[in-house]
């Protein structure tokens, strides 16, 4: 469990926003076939918040039954994975991406690795594109995305159709 207590997160227009208080448990990186497919990635970041301790602050997220077993919440506007769920249990997982700030959460296991990308072992020999000069940032030209916090309203009322 990580030491942490307060996480927050949601998807990337800011439809769907949560929070996990107590502690996320097992951070874990699966690579099975279902997360890749779900999340349209060679794998899918993960961390348990007990359903106790989690609660949607904004929106509602969609589902998808992917299994007889586990079903996926998602962002019905923009698509984001967000929650990896058993009803069953008493705990959720939350895509470790969603988080606002993942860099908290350091993944402490892999699962299903026989579904692993074999050349996962090369991406530190592959070439390097540029880094902007250090103090400098890339253009921002999309003013869609939520910011990595909570905000009270969202669209702001400049991009709001």
């Not at 996990?20 to 990186?29: D, E, Q, R, S």
């Not at 348990?48 to 019905?76: H, I, M, P, Y």
């Not at 070439?127 to 669209?155: F, I």
Request: proline fraction near 8%.
């Amino acid at each position: 469990m990580t030491s942490e207590t307060h996480f927050s997160g949601g998807c990337q227009c800011g439809a769907v926003r949560y929070r996990a208080t107590g502690g996320l448990a097992y951070p874990h990186v699966c690579h099975c076939r279902m997360c890749q497919k779900a999340a349209g990635n060679y794998f899918m970041p993960l961390a348990a918040s007990l359903r106790k301790n989690f609660t949607l602050t904004r929106g509602e997220a969609s589902w998808f039954q992917s299994s007889d077993q586990v079903r996926r919440g998602f962002c019905s506007q923009c698509g984001t994975p967000l929650f990896y769920h058993m009803p069953e249990a008493d705990f959720i997982n939350i895509t470790l991406g969603s988080l606002d700030e993942p860099d908290r959460v350091r993944p402490e296991a892999q699962s299903n690795t026989s579904h692993k990308m074999r050349w996962f072992r090369d991406l530190d020999g592959l070439p390097l594109e540029p880094q902007p000069a250090d103090g400098q940032e890339l253009p921002r030209t999309n003013k869609r995305q939520h910011p990595d916090h909570d905000t009270s309203v969202w669209p702001p009322e400049d991009i709001r159709e």
